[in-house]
């Protein structure tokens, strides 16, 4: 099935419940466990194919009419499954046809099987068994996430020659009957198992990729992280603002309270930088260093925007039980998507810092004139802007 049906819940509720996959897992594990349920449309081609071919098999050897309508359904409904995603009016149900189609999949089988087991041809029953034993141990491997919508199609094709054996051989009932009851539980056990396994594994691969994107201190992105981040941003071709930030008088505050107090003032530095653009990218590159890029209407907007940045670090901090404060340099470039365009303006925004540093620390920006309105309101302005 298409991606785009790895996202959405099913809009019918008895649907969504059959293919939950638990709330004890984030939605990063969600979407990667969902990828299972239907990753790729061979699995689903060559399951309908197999179903297909053993009903077309059967009704050429018992001539009843039903497996051959069964046959014709079953090719159906994979062409909804294939389709829906590229349909427009259907595309808001692509969750709902991927899990409807694929329990319609598993009626048409367990319905065709029955049929053939009903019947008095022993070796063309043997194939129907094989085929449907064949088909739980695929569903077990594949639809593990979602274990109810797995377990109604198992236990649907279970039944569907346990039930014709039993009418035909009423002295094994006993047995096919604590079969029936245990299967499912032992079924359900060894899913369970298996989600929770790859859960783990998944977890701890985004945990680990988290972390390799992440600065440890602050939890802001790193160099890594801010590089793939503004490259998703920039893919639009809109113009970026870069801000490149050093903190003045930082070593003095380790050298006079301490690294721990030193690691509190980053991180509020941190909370400060994401509260100011709450919609824009920043990043902790090294040391008390920091990186801000954010969409702005106007080039004039970043004037304002270094003032506000300004006046927040520059306020003081409460680290451990005394209180502190620090200053900020800031320089400020402009960018697009074009290639080379964000090393191109780290290195306008590093220049235009030690400018502002040489200039008696105050921020130096590419634009020249002021902001068109007072700050209070145009600050509001642009808060607004970013909301949207």
């Known amino acids: 099935m298409m991606k785009e049906a790895y996202h959405l819940r099913p809009r019918i509720r008895v649907l969504g419940w059959l293919s939950d996959m638990g709330a004890d897992i984030s939605e990063d594990v ?63 149900w692509g969750a709902d046809i991927l899990v409807l189609s694929g329990l319609l999949w598993a009626v048409c089988l367990s319905a065709a099987t029955a049929i053939i087991v009903s019947g008095s041809d022993l070796p063309m029953s043997i194939l129907a068994v094989a085929t449907a034993l064949g088909s739980c141990a695929g ?15 198992i236990i649907m094709i279970d039944l569907s020659f346990k039930l014709p054996f039993m009418v035909n051989y009423p002295e094994f009932v006993p047995l096919l009957i604590i079969q029936g009851v245990a299967f499912p539980y032992v079924t359900a056990w060894m899913m369970r198992q298996q989600r929770n396994t790859t859960v783990l594994a998944i977890s701890g691969e985004l945990e680990s990729r988290r972390q390799s994107l992440t600065d440890p201190l602050t939890g802001l992105l790193n160099r890594r992280g ?14 970026l603002a870069l801000f490149y930030l050093d903190l003045d008088g930082f070593k003095q505050v380790n050298d006079q309270f301490g690294h721990a107090a030193g690691d509190d003032l980053l991180r509020e530095v941190a909370r400060r930088l994401k509260a100011c653009a709450p919609n824009g990218t920043v990043c902790r590159p090294g040391g008390d260093e920091f990186l801000v890029v954010m969409r702005l209407d106007h080039r004039l907007d970043a004037k304002l925007m ?37 090393e191109n303006a780290l290195t306008e925004a590093d220049e235009a810092l030690y400018r502002a540093k040489a200039e008696g620390r105050q921020p130096s920006t590419g634009g020249d004139a002021e902001p068109r309105q007072p700050a209070a309101e145009h600050y509001q302005a642009i808060r607004q802007r970013q909301k949207r």
């Open 306 to 342: 270094t003032t506000i940045i300004t006046q927040s670090i520059c306020l003081p901090y409460e680290v451990g039980s005394v209180t502190t404060s620090v200053g900020v340099s800031l320089g400020v470039s402009f960018f697009t998507g074009e290639e080379g365009s964000l």
């Open 226 to 239: 801010f590089t793939e981040q503004v490259t998703l941003m920039s893919d639009k071709g809109e113009e």
């Open 139 to 153: 569903i077990m491997a594949r639809n593990y996430a979602a274990i109810r919508m797995a377990l109604t199609q």
């Open 30 to 92: 969600r979407d990667r466990l969902a990828e299972t349920l239907a990753a790729s449309t061979f699995p689903a081609i060559l399951g309908a194919v197999n179903s297909a071919c053993i009903a077309v098999i059967g009704y050429l050897r018992l001539a009843n009419e039903w497996l051959l309508w069964l046959a014709l359904l079953d090719v159906c409904i994979l062409g909804l499954r294939l389709t829906s995603c590229r349909i427009g009016f259907l595309r808001p």
